[in-house]
């Protein structure tokens, strides 16, 4: 089956950089939009970026031009390269990703198992 295994989270300080990335494997035929969201401790899940295959990302207002997101179609990864970090940045970020796979006729989504960010002093 279709898995999603996420890296590069951790503690960074307040202006400091993490970059997360997410791998894609299992019995994959096309991997639509590839996306990272965030949930923090009492707070809805929300999208931070998203990436369609052959398309343009779209980000959160709260993090525009500070992260990027981008995607290795050739490793079915995801990155979110996350710069200048804000105390208000400190969430678990989940990958997820629409997947054909080689057993189906349609598309559906998949999260991974969620990487804690914390930017703290």
């Known amino acids: 089956q279709v898995q999603l295994v996420e890296s590069g989270g951790g503690l960074v300080q307040p202006g400091g950089s993490l970059r997360l990335s997410c791998v894609v494997s299992?019995?994959?035929?096309?991997?639509?939009?590839m996306a990272w969201y965030r949930q923090a401790p009492g707070k809805q899940r929300e999208l931070v970026a998203g990436?369609?295959?052959?398309?343009?990302?779209n980000y959160a207002n709260s993090v525009w031009g500070r992260f990027t997101i981008s995607r290795d179609n050739a490793k079915n990864t995801v990155y979110l390269q996350m710069n200048s970090l804000k105390y208000e940045d400190t969430a678990v970020y989940y990958c997820?990703?629409?997947?054909?796979?080689?057993?189906?006729?349609?598309?559906?989504?998949?999260w991974g198992q969620g990487t804690q960010v914390t930017v703290s002093s």
């Open positions: 997820n990703a629409g997947v054909t796979e080689n057993t189906n006729w349609f598309s559906r989504d998949y």
């Open positions: 299992g019995n994959i035929f096309s991997i639509n939009t």
């Open positions: 990436l369609p295959s052959g398309g343009s990302a």
